[in-house]
T-cell receptor, first 119, second 111 residues
Framework: GAVVSQHPSWVICKSGTSVKIECRSL??????MFWYRQFPKQSLMLMAT?????????EQGVEKDKFLINHASLTLSTLTVTSAHPEDSSFYIC???????????????FGAGSRLTVL | GENVEQHPSTLSVQEGDSAVIKCTYS??????FPWYKQELGKRPQLIID?????GEKKDQRIAVTLNKTAKHFSLHITETQPEDSAVYFC??????????FGTGTRLTIIP
């Protein structure tokens, strides 16, 4: 149980275009999802907290107009990288907080990640 | 906010020896400390965790210890095997709000 599906797993786009990444909780409801970015050989840096039905909370230094987050349902959060540039190339990973009452398992479960390459 | 420091950044041990990775955190309100193993290009996988009301937890070859007073927690891997080679991240969860990761340790097991 507590599976998070993330799509696409990799994407290549031209500079200036927008890319959408989806994060779905498959067998549980996730009122809160988290979006991380990981550059090569570095740690996972929290970008924003996605809350179902309300605005996302962005970490300091993360541009909310560039990284649009939508959490319209209890099982889906999306991250859209707008007007992507080469410096946005990174590994983006979503995670969902699992309600311990229902799962009793991991507090946070991760998607498989999306590798974005901007040409 | 929370700040998590992790060391060493790289660690090489002979197969069969033990490996220890240490982390410190800054916010005394953090109450959950998971450890993740990440292989190249893959998602982090939870390997063990500990809550603030517990001092030590063990799962086969893996153990974690927590010193709340000093705000330290450590990962111990015994009888290391080649498949233990990966990057390991510690993390601190602050009041179920968000998870802050350490900087990672690249562990290499030498056959």
């Amino acid at each position: 149980g507590a599976v998070v599906s993330q799509h696409p797993s990799w994407v290549i786009c031209k500079s200036g275009t927008s890319v959408k990444i989806e994060c779905r909780s498959l067998d549980f409801q996730a009122t809160t999802m988290f979006w991380y970015r990981q550059f090569p050989k570095q740690s996972l840096m929290l970008m924003a907290t996605s809350n179902e039905g309300s605005k996302a909370t962005y970490e300091q230094g993360v541009e909310k107009d560039k990284f649009l987050i939508n959490h319209a349902s209890l099982t889906l959060s999306t991250l859209t990288v707008t007007s992507a540039h080469p410096e946005d190339s990174s590994f983006y990973i979503c995670s969902a907080r699992v309600d311990r009452v229902t799962s009793g398992a991991n507090v946070l479960t991760f998607g498989a990640g999306s590798r974005l390459t901007v040409l | 906010g929370e700040n998590v420091e992790q060391h060493p950044s790289t660690l090489s041990v002979q197969e069969g020896d033990s490996a220890v990775i240490k982390c410190t955190y800054s916010d005394s309100a953090s109450n959950y400390f998971p450890w993740y193993k990440q292989e190249l290009g893959k998602r982090p996988q939870l390997i063990i965790d500990i809550r603030s009301n517990v001092g030590e937890k063990k799962d086969q070859r893996i153990a974690v210890t927590l010193n709340k007073t000093a705000k330290h927690f450590s990962l111990h891997i015994t009888e290391t095997q080649p498949e233990d080679s990966a990057v390991y991240f510690c993390a601190a969860f602050l009041r179920r709000e968000k998870l802050t990761f350490g900087t990672g340790t690249r562990l290499t097991i030498i056959p």
